[in-house]
C-alpha cells in the first residue's frame, strides 16, 4: 500500500540553525511532492512545490529538494527562527494521471529555540 | 490577498443529525476539496469537485457525505446522519487549473455528540 513517513514526530533546534526535515514514500510515483505548514487549529499553508523531474528548489530561506531514486524529499529551513515553529506537512498527488488529491505525511513539528 | 473562508468556526451536533459545512473558495479558482483532520492524525482527502460535478472521492466519502456549488460562490459538505466517528476539522481548499498548490480555508471544527 502507499505510504508516506515523515522522519520525526518532533525536532527541536536552536534559532539560528538549520532545521531538516525529511519526507519518504513508498509505492507511490508522485507528480509532484509539496510541503506545506499547519499552525495549531490552522489550515495547511502551502509553501513549496517541487516535480519530479527537478532536484531543488528554493524560496527565500527555504529549499527542498526531490530524489525520485531513493523517494525522499528533504526540506531545509535556513537561520532558523522562533516563528518558523509549526508542524511541517509533505503531501503528494499524481497529477499527470489527472488524479489532484494530495495524500499527507503525518507532520513533523518544529519548535525552534530563542 | 484572497483567500479560503469557511462558516461556521465550530459546529456541535447530536449523533444522527444533518450538517452542512460552508466554504468559499478563490474567486478564480476551478478545483474545490474538502480534507478532513481527526484530533492528532493525518490530513486525510475526501472529495474534489470540477465543473459541478465530483472529479474524485476517497473511501471516507460513502453515501452520508456529498458536496454542491449551489451558486457562483459557496462550495458546501453535507453529511447526512452524522455520527461520532465524524467529529474533526474539516478543510475546504481550492486551486487554479495550471497547478496543484492548493488553498485551505481555516477548517470547521465538528462535534459530534
Known amino acids: 500500500s502507499q505510504k508516506i513517513e515523515q522522519n520525526s514526530e518532533a525536532l527541536n533546534i536552536q534559532e539560528g540553525k538549520t532545521a531538516t526535515l525529511t519526507c519518504n514514500y513508498t509505492?507511490?510515483?508522485?507528480?509532484?511532492l509539496q510541503w506545506y505548514r499547519q499552525d495549531p487549529g490552522r489550515g495547511p499553508v502551502f509553501l513549496l512545490l517541487i516535480r519530479e523531474n527537478e532536484k531543488e528548489k528554493r524560496k527565500e530561506r527555504l529549499k527542498v529538494t526531490f530524489d525520485t531514486t531513493l523517494k525522499q524529499s528533504l526540506f531545509h529551513i535556513t537561520a532558523s527562527q522562533p516563528a518558523d515553529s509549526a508542524t511541517y506537512l509533505c503531501a503528494l498527488d499524481t497529477m499527470d494521471t489527472g488524479r489532484r488529491a494530495l495524500t499527507f505525511g503525518s507532520g513533523t513539528r518544529l519548535q525552534v529555540q530563542p | 490577498e484572497p483567500e479560503v473562508t469557511q462558516t461556521p468556526s465550530h459546529q456541535v451536533t447530536q449523533m444522527g443529525q444533518e450538517v452542512i459545512l460552508r466554504c468559499v473558495p478563490i474567486?478564480?479558482?476551478?478545483?474545490f476539496y474538502w480534507y478532513r483532520q481527526i484530533l492528532g492524525q493525518k490530513v486525510e482527502f475526501l472529495v474534489s469537485?470540477?465543473?459541478?460535478?465530483?472529479?474524485?472521492k476517497s473511501e471516507i466519502f460513502d453515501d452520508q457525505f456529498s458536496v454542491e456549488r449551489p451558486d457562483g460562490s459557496n462550495f458546501t459538505l453535507k453529511i447526512r446522519s452524522t455520527k461520532l466517528e465524524d467529529s474533526a476539522m474539516y478543510f475546504c481548499?481550492?486551486?487554479?487549473?495550471?497547478?496543484?498548490?492548493?488553498?485551505f480555508g481555516p477548517g470547521t471544527r465538528l462535534t459530534v455528540l
Open positions: 509505492n507511490y510515483s508522485p507528480a509532484y
Open positions: 474567486s478564480n479558482h476551478l478545483y
Open positions: 481548499a481550492s486551486s487554479e487549473p495550471g497547478n496543484n498548490e492548493q488553498f
Open positions: 469537485f470540477y465543473n459541478n460535478e465530483i472529479s474524485e
